[in-house]
Each structure stands twice: as structure tokens, then as C-alpha cells.
């Protein structure tokens, strides 16, 4: 590598982001031409990598039955919904905004389920009379309940349980969901008792049962595990004559953020399904909730550099991006690549701390980079579909940030630049 000419960094996770003559691209443009018209801080998602994540998830399971149901939550954003419910996706959803969302995106209400673990009666209402696929619910309060909304409302509700298989998903604490300790799910000890009792209730109608283990998750082997776990209880409820028409296994397959090497969907969910099959369930139909996987690497945040401001322990770089448009640092210590849209000499290059613009110590983007930048350069925060704007917040009176939609050398403005009036109108003063 010679000095003025230092090799391009990489986008991790996706070749749809790229270096050409020490600019960074998605597909047929160029990022800085998005960053000047749009402003800063903005989200850039590829179509490209969006479209090629799935195919991933629908390559393992072409002509089998199954669903893939998004799960909103990742990112919620409507033009993303579109594009997969036209590529084909169910939507796995946790709340009632979430059903509004996934109503308007004009998916068929039959193939969303509704998951989470405390859904109030106006939700379960709501997603009743929408007539949604299946509630996966995690609790024997919450079969009541729903039994009895469905009851008020003349109806059967379509009912998976959510049961905890007990594995660790060996992922970071607060996005590990399947251990016993966890508040998710139903004990994989008492779920034949739950069964029962769902089977006795004349408001619900048993359709699944499904598990999430966890998110982040870069092996296969605790999907196996769990996998294993559910179908001993399936042969169970056969025994017991409740008859299921499908397995959910939830999402959680993780990205590259920085070197992690996931599984690769479609290898991951042709052994699965060939398990399934091995065991004698090869006519249940499998339904994954995958939410990371398909919009995380996909997507970056664009952001300018504020600030070069020497410290006595520590370089800071500032950048206009902060824990409200990207939380996901200050929530998990996650890490996210920061990248350069235009490259410099490698001379230039510093170790910064980068970090945000919200009066907060956490506020910080990324630790320890080293990077060639000028005040006014734009950088890319890797990695950022998924967890970002779905938990972005008006922090600090922040309006949140603009989002694009690309596809070849087509640009889209999927979501505008909130305005300071967008923030006030709920507002009532005194
Ligand atoms: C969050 C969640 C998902 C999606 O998880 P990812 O890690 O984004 O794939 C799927 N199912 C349930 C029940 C969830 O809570």
C-alpha cells in the first residue's frame, strides 16, 4: 500500500457499497451526491442488498411451504415494508402501531404475526378484526385474555405458544431471549400444560408454536439446538392429539458489523429444514421472523464531520450524527465501521473518538478509529438498517433524520427530514 494511495476500507457485510476511484458508492451512485442533496445525518438503504438478503432465506425454503415474516421492529420504515411485501415477506409484528404499519404496507393481514410478550386488550382486539395470521403468545394470563377478546368479538384467534427452549444463544445479555431467565416465552416444562389448556378455551384455535432465541446470533448451532427442543415438544402435542399446522423459529441471525461471519441463511435453513424432515415433520410449515438479516447491512447513516477537537487523553472527532439517530452504541457498546465517503492520504490519518452532538458522555458513534479527515467530510456509519431508526428518538429536540431508498441510479426519498414542527404538533402549551 503506498502512502498516497491507501487501500480502500471495506463496507462490512455487503458488496453493494463500494470504493471507485476513492469514492464510496451504493450500486450506480455516489453517497456524497445523496449527503449534499439531502443532508446530513442521512440513512441510505441499498434495494440491491435488501433484495439480496432475502434471497438468501428464500433460496433455502423455494417449494417448501413456509413464510418469511419481517419483523417490523428492526426498521419499520414503510417503503422498506413495501419492498418486501412485494418480494414476497409476511410481517412479524409487536404492537399496534406496528399492525397500522404492516396494514397500510397492503400486506395480506393473514400473514402477520403478532409477538410480545405484554399485548394489551385494545391490540389483540385490533389485530383481530384485521384478521391476522397468528398471535404468538407467551404467557397463560395472556391465552386467557386473548380467548376471551376473541370470544367478545364472535371470533377464534389463531394462537401459537411462544416457548422458551432454553439455549443460549450465546449472544450479548440484553439481546439473548431463549434462556430460562429470560422474561420471554413459556417454559419448555410447562408448555404441554399450556397447550391443554388453549385446546379447552372455544375463543382460540391452535395453529403453532414458535421460538426467538436471541438476536446477533453468528452460529448455527444454537438454532439447532432449539430446533431439536421444539420439535420433542411437536411429537409431544401430536401424542396428545394437538395437531400443528407450523413451526415458527423466530429470527436472529446476525450481520457483520466489524469480522463476525454469520451462517449464511440459506445454508443455516436448508439443514434446518432437512432436520425437520429427518424427524418425520416435514409437512410442517416453517415460518422465520427474520428482522437484522435482512436490513443491517444494508443500509448507512451518512454524517458530517463537525469538529476535529485535539484532547489531552483523546482525539474527538464530532460528527452530526448522535445517540439519537444511532443508539445502538450507547445501548450495547455495539460497534459500527466508520467509513470515509471520500478517501484521503493515508498521512492524514488520526485515532479518534467519534462521537455525537447530544449533551451526553455516551454519546459516542465509535472508539479508537483511525481515520484520514477534514472538517466538512462526510463519513458512513456501516452497518446501520437495522436498530437504529427503528430506536431513534428527539433526543435533545433532534429532528429525526432523512432516509433514501436506492435502486441502480434511481434515488428515492423514502422518509423526509423531520421538522422542529413535526416535534411541537403534539404539543399543547400552556
Ligand atoms: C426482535 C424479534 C425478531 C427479529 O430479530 P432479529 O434479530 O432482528 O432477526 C423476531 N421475532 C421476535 C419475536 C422478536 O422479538
Known amino acids: 500500500m503506498s502512502a498516497s494511495n491507501p487501500a480502500a476500507p471495506t463496507v462490512p457485510g455487503t458488496p453493494f457499497f463500494h470504493y471507485a476511484d476513492g469514492h464510496l458508492r451504493v450500486e450506480g451512485l455516489a453517497l456524497a451526491d445523496l449527503a449534499r442533496e439531502h443532508g ?167 395453529v403453532g408454536i414458535d421460538c426467538h432465541i436471541g438476536s446477533q446470533i453468528t452460529d448455527s448451532a444454537p438454532y439447532l439446538d ?18 400443528l399446522e407450523h413451526l415458527d423459529l423466530g429470527g436472529g441471525l446476525g450481520i457483520t458489523y466489524l469480522d463476525e461471519c454469520p451462517p449464511a441463511a440459506d445454508a443455516l435453513f436448508a439443514a434446518v429444514l432437512q432436520r425437520m424432515e429427518a424427524r418425520g415433520f416435514g409437512n410442517l410449515k416453517l415460518l422465520l421472523e427474520p428482522g437484522r438479516s435482512l436490513v443491517g447491512n444494508a443500509g448507512v447513516c451518512l454524517t458530517e464531520a463537525l469538529y476535529l477537537k485535539p484532547g489531552l487523553a483523546k482525539n474527538f472527532l464530532i460528527v452530526d450524527a448522535g445517540m439519537n439517530d444511532l443508539p445502538r452504541p450507547a445501548l450495547y457498546q455495539a460497534y459500527h465501521a466508520i467509513v470515509p465517503l471520500q478517501l484521503r492520504p493515508a498521512q492524514a490519518v488520526q485515532c479518534y473518538e467519534v462521537v455525537g452532538p447530544v449533551c451526553e458522555s455516551g454519546d459516542w458513534i465509535g472508539h479508537d478509529r483511525l481515520l484520514a479527515v477534514q472538517p466538512g467530510d462526510w463519513l458512513a456509519v456501516c452497518s446501520a438498517g437495522a436498530y437504529c431508526t427503528s430506536m431513534a428518538s428527539n433526543y435533545n429536540s433532534r429532528g429525526r433524520a432523512a432516509e433514501v431508498l436506492v435502486s441502480g441510479s434511481n434515488a428515492r426519498l423514502i422518509r423526509r427530514r423531520e421538522t422542529l414542527a413535526d416535534q411541537l404538533g403534539p404539543e399543547l402549551g400552556l
Open 226 to 243: 432449539a430446533l431439536e427442543r421444539v420439535l420433542d415438544l411437536v411429537a409431544a402435542l401430536q401424542a396428545a392429539g394437538i395437531a
Open 40 to 206: 446530513t445525518p442521512l440513512f441510505v438503504y441499498s434495494q440491491a442488498a435488501l433484495l439480496a438478503a432475502l434471497g438468501a432465506y428464500q433460496r433455502a425454503l423455494q417449494g417448501r411451504a413456509a413464510l418469511i415474516c419481517y419483523a417490523v421492529k428492526a426498521n419499520p420504515n414503510l417503503a422498506l415494508l413495501q419492498t418486501l411485501v412485494q418480494a414476497g415477506c409476511g410481517l412479524d409484528i409487536v404492537s399496534g402501531g406496528e399492525l397500522q404499519r404492516a396494514l397500510h404496507s397492503g400486506v395480506a393481514p393473514e400473514r402477520i404475526v403478532f409477538s410480545g410478550v405484554g399485548k394489551t386488550r385494545a391490540e389483540m382486539r385490533q389485530a383481530l378484526q384485521a384478521g391476522i395470521g397468528c398471535f404468538n403468545v407467551e404467557s397463560l394470563p395472556e391465552i386467557e385474555v386473548l380467548n376471551l377478546e376473541a370470544l367478545s368479538l364472535g371470533r377464534q384467534a389463531p394462537l401459537s405458544l411462544r416457548v422458551n427452549p432454553d439455549v443460549d444463544a450465546r449472544t450479548h445479555p440484553y439481546i439473548s431471549t431463549g434462556l430460562k431467565s429470560n422474561k420471554f416465552g413459556i417454559a419448555h416444562t410447562e408448555a404441554l400444560g399450556a397447550y391443554r389448556r388453549a385446546a379447552s378455551l372455544p375463543g382460540l384455535r391452535i
